[in-house]
């Protein structure tokens, strides 16, 4: 199995993001994701870093799964908890070990801060390969149900 080199997104990752985010959509919600809408939102966060970064793995110079975080304070914790959203692995490259090399990143980098107190993420309640993906890392269902209003995605 060729290595999968894990790195921090930079500004010309954007297009590729924007595509893997859109496809994700699809295939987890059957969601057509308004690309100029996604292009933005992405945009956004390479202008603001305090919204979060994403991380990308790369497999023979090409890019074969991504990942972003984002930030929630903890006053019960003092900390900030990261947030592991746009999970994407293209369907090529998948039970190769790529979310494995990214989550771990992520963790080495978790365990060598005292600002960020626990990793959380969200999927789709049929995405059971995802779930069970997650488990197997050593990640646990969170005693919390999830409840939303989400004016940004009206039909």
Not at 23 to 52: I, S
Not at 95 to 102: E, P, S, T
Not at 124 to 143: E, F, I
């Amino acid at each position: 199995m060729t290595a999968i080199d894990i790195r921090k997104a930079v500004k010309d990752d954007i297009e590729t993001i924007v595509a893997n985010n859109r496809a994700m959509a699809k295939e987890t919600e059957d969601r057509a994701l308004d690309e100029a809408m996604v292009l933005a939102g992405t945009r956004n966060l390479f202008n603001d870093p305090q919204k979060g970064f994403y991380l990308m793995a790369e497999q023979n110079g090409r890019i074969v799964g991504q990942l972003m975080i984002t930030s929630e304070w903890s006053d019960w914790r003092n900390a900030d908890i990261w947030w592991i959203q746009s999970v994407y692995v293209l369907p090529a490259a998948r039970k190769q070990g790529v979310f494995r090399k990214l989550y771990q990143q992520l963790m080495s980098e978790v365990k060598s801060r005292d600002d960020i107190c626990g990793l959380r993420l969200y999927t789709v309640k049929s995405n059971r390969n995802a779930q069970a993906t997650y488990l197997a890392l050593g990640m646990q269902k969170a005693k919390y149900e999830m409840f939303e209003v989400d004016l940004s995605l009206r039909p």
